[in-house]
């Protein structure tokens, strides 16, 4: 058996003698507008990536996929810009029970005065993959580390991964309908549930972005205005910031921060210029992850739970972003009276606990008569 190196060796050496027996072995073609099949088990399920559909045309198709004359995957084609000037191909070449995959750059390179068009190759990564008797994928190996697959029956159980970014158990379970329904990871060696993190989860069927979004904007509005009234904060305040973590973890519900002017006028008598890194971030406000500052609407916490399976399944955050604007938009124009004692500047904008998104997200969801001033006040 030729270890993953010395493959790597001659694929980057001989690109094109490699693609070119792989395409020999091809004896069906399936043309699909996107992902439809993968090479490793459950890979797409997983991601939850949403499947193409098969299509005859082969000068529509986004994605090519070749089978060989067992039925086997060899060849998974993409053709990035539609006409077939440059494409990514994943392909497999089998050594017994055992099998190499190679992603291979290809683009044209066109020879004008000879009117010949020439393929320029490439090898981008090799990785090995190893068969079970049944011919299904039981370990994966890269430079970086491996995956062991466990099958129980016709089913995949669980990936052991050493030095794929971490060490990590993923434990996969299933529906009545034999659908992918959880899948929960852990470290390999620490399987207690305080290390336990769910990464998939299929959303209940009709459940998705679209239904949900109305649901939590309305009641994220309102259960804020109660949150505000309740926490009973005497003084005047200048902002209301609609905290969430933008570093891929669950982004809803946000966390509420109040800024009061007296610590505003604080930062800038003690800051002057640098007082606006303090102004905008929710973490130095006194009012903010405290007891009197939590939101309280389980229907509201059912439906975030729901919303960001959806978002992680989809690997998509900008809709939570968009939907939390267009919350601080509405908490911007409500009549606070009664329930806050704010200042004429007052704003309600959403951010993002690093701070990334404070810009963009303050011209989605405050007035730009409002920015200017606050501008030209150099409190931005």
Not at 283 to 290: D, R, V
Request: charged letters at 30%; proline letters at 4%; a positive charge.
């Amino acid at each position: 058996m030729r270890p993953l190196k010395t493959f790597k060796e001659q694929a980057t050496s001989d690109c094109t003698a490699l693609r070119e027996q792989c395409l020999a072995r091809v004896k069906r073609w399936v043309y699909a507008t996107g992902p439809l099949f993968a090479f490793l088990p459950m890979w797409n399920e997983m991601l939850d990536i949403k499947p193409g559909r098969e299509i005859d045309s082969e000068k529509k198709a986004k994605l090519k996929y070749g089978f060989d004359a067992n039925g086997r995957l060899i060849i998974a084609r993409e053709d990035i810009y539609q006409d077939g000037s440059s494409l990514n191909e994943t392909i497999l070449v089998p050594v017994g029970a055992k099998a190499f995959l190679a992603l291979i750059s290809c683009s044209y390179l066109c020879d004008y005065r000879g009117g010949k068009k020439t393929w320029r190759l490439s090898l981008s990564w090799a990785q090995q993959l190893v068969f079970d008797a049944h011919g299904r994928v039981i370990q994966w190996m890269t430079d970086n580390g491996t995956a062991k697959y466990i099958w129980e029956g016709d089913r995949l159980n669980r990936i052991e991964c050493e030095g794929l970014q971490s060490n990590t158990l993923e434990v996969l379970s299933y529906d009545e309908l034999g659908r992918l329904k959880e899948v929960w990871q852990t470290n390999l060696w620490k399987t207690d549930n305080a290390h336990k993190l769910q990464t998939y989860k299929r959303p209940p069927e009709g459940i998705s972005l679209k239904a949900l979004e109305p649901v939590i904007r309305e009641r994220l509005a309102a259960a804020i205005r109660n949150t505000a009234e309740a926490a009973r904060i005497k003084q005047p305040v200048y902002c209301l910031a609609v905290a969430y973590d933008g570093e891929g973890n669950d982004m809803l519900p946000p966390c509420i921060g109040f800024g009061l002017e007296s610590e505003r006028q604080r930062w800038i008598k003690e800051r002057g210029k640098e007082a606006k890194d303090m102004i905008w971030n929710p973490a130095e406000f006194g009012h903010y992850e405290k007891s009197n500052t939590q939101l309280k609407d389980k229907t509201l916490d059912k439906a975030c739970e729901l919303y960001n399976d959806l978002l992680r399944s989809k690997e998509n955050f900008a809709p939570a972003i968009k939907l939390l604007n267009s919350v601080a938009v509405e908490l911007g124009k409500a009549d606070w009276v009664g329930k806050l004692n704010i200042t004429p500047d007052f704003v309600a904008y959403a951010v993002d606990f690093e701070l990334g998104d404070l810009s963009g997200n303050l011209k989605q969801s405050v007035p730009a008569a409002t920015l200017a001033k606050l501008k030209q006040a150099k409190l931005l």
